[in-house]
């Protein structure tokens, strides 16, 4: 994995560009090019695009800037399981998940991440119990998390990660707002995250289009067993894909609004809104604390 280099640098900052089957891409970024997901279901992976900074058009998101600031607040969840036998294969099998994250805090060793409650437990279209849940950081690390706060309701959870004495230099949190944006004034979003199975990271950009009820969606993707069909989601013209969720959804100014929940459709998604409110509504509840 290549270094993440400062914002203020030219050097390139980009990791190694692999397609949606996890095959390194013939054609790797250059120094101001990302990997995008394209409004098109029928994509590989290794899409391309250049993006100039400062953008040409001063109301676009500058994306190759917002990259080389966010990234190392990124994370990308590798879980390890096995066919829990509900399915068409036999109970037992090793199986592996992807999904994305957010550094939302660190505390003495270590580092504290926000993902969707589905990432750390899988679906149960997936028929995949998760038994390990493994978070690789921007260093190319690969730590052992631990749940300690789930929250089914919202389809949020929070992981903890004892990343020792690299926590100072790899733990870097994500700035969030203290509340809900509002999406009549149609925010420019960009989110970064894993497509399942690519082990490599993609772009995504949209707006911020209206807030709904996530039963509004029910015949798309039934609410999750615990799941509150009555909640407000976000919904965005960002294309994500499977492996994105939990990924963290930002504005213009590097700040968190939510987390990927699900795709709607190659132009549009659902995210769930988080504020510092939700982080510290999540670190109220963890299972963890000492009694």
């Given at each position: 994995?290549?270094?993440?280099?400062?914002?203020?640098?030219?050097?390139?900052?980009?990791?190694?560009?692999?397609?949606?089957?996890?095959?390194?891409?013939?054609?790797?970024?250059?120094?101001?090019?990302?990997?995008?997901?394209?409004?098109?279901f029928r994509s590989?992976?290794?899409?391309?695009?250049?993006?100039?900074?400062?953008?040409?058009?001063?109301?676009?998101?500058?994306?190759?800037?917002?990259?080389?600031?966010?990234?190392?607040?990124?994370?990308?969840?590798?879980?390890?399981?096995?066919?829990?036998?509900?399915?068409?294969?036999?109970?037992?099998?090793?199986?592996t998940r992807g999904?994305?994250?957010?550094?939302?805090?660190?505390?003495?060793?270590?580092?504290?991440?926000?993902?969707?409650?589905?990432?750390?437990?899988?679906?149960?279209?997936?028929?995949?119990?998760?038994?390990?849940?493994?978070?690789?950081?921007?260093?190319?690390?690969?730590?052992?998390?631990?749940?300690?706060?789930?929250?089914?309701?919202?389809?949020?959870a929070l992981v903890?990660?004892?990343?020792?004495?690299?926590?100072?230099?790899?733990?870097?949190?994500?700035?969030?707002?203290?509340?809900?944006?509002?999406?009549?004034?149609?925010?420019?979003?960009?989110?970064?995250?894993?497509?399942?199975?690519?082990?490599?990271?993609?772009?995504?950009?949209?707006?911020?289009?209206?807030?709904?009820?996530?039963?509004?969606?029910?015949?798309?993707?039934?609410?999750?067993?615990?799941?509150?069909?009555?909640?407000?989601?976000?919904?965005?013209?960002?294309?994500?894909?499977?492996?994105?969720?939990?990924?963290?959804?930002?504005?213009?100014?590097?700040?968190?609004?939510?987390?990927?929940?699900?795709?709607?459709?190659?132009?549009?998604?659902?995210?769930?809104?988080?504020?510092?409110?939700?982080?510290?509504?999540?670190?109220?509840?963890?299972?963890?604390?000492?009694?």
């Amino acid at each position: 994995m290549d270094q993440i280099n400062s914002p203020k640098t030219s050097a390139k900052i980009q990791e190694t560009a692999k397609d949606f089957f996890g095959k390194a891409c013939a054609i790797q970024p250059q120094e101001n090019e990302l990997p995008v997901i394209t409004r098109n279901f029928r994509s590989p992976g290794c899409d391309l695009q250049s993006y100039q900074s400062p953008p040409a058009n001063s109301g676009d998101i500058d994306a190759l800037q917002l990259y080389r600031e966010l990234r190392p607040s990124v994370a990308l969840f590798k879980m390890q399981g096995k066919s829990d036998g509900t399915g068409k294969e036999p109970a037992g099998i090793d199986k592996t998940r992807g999904g994305s994250g957010v550094i939302a805090g660190k505390e003495g060793n270590s580092c504290l991440v926000i993902t969707d409650d589905h990432v750390t437990k899988g679906v149960p279209q997936q028929h995949v119990k998760v038994g390990e849940v493994g978070v690789v950081l921007a260093n190319g690390k690969k730590y052992l998390g631990s749940v300690i706060t789930s929250d089914p309701a919202r389809d949020l959870a929070l992981v903890k990660i004892d990343t020792g004495a690299e926590t100072e230099t790899i733990c870097k949190p994500a700035k969030f707002h203290d509340t809900v944006i509002d999406p009549a004034q149609s925010p420019e979003l960009i989110t970064i995250g894993q497509p399942y199975t690519s082990d490599a990271i993609y772009t995504s950009t949209g707006t911020a289009s209206q807030i709904q009820k996530r039963g509004t969606f029910s015949n798309m993707i039934q609410p999750l067993p615990g799941e509150d069909a009555n909640r407000d989601v976000l919904v965005t013209s960002l294309s994500i894909r499977e492996g994105f969720s939990g990924g963290a959804v930002f504005d213009k100014t590097g700040t968190a609004v939510g987390v990927n929940d699900f795709q709607t459709s190659p132009m549009s998604s659902v995210s769930t809104p988080v504020t510092n409110e939700t982080v510290k509504d999540l670190l109220s509840r963890r299972n963890d604390k000492t009694p």
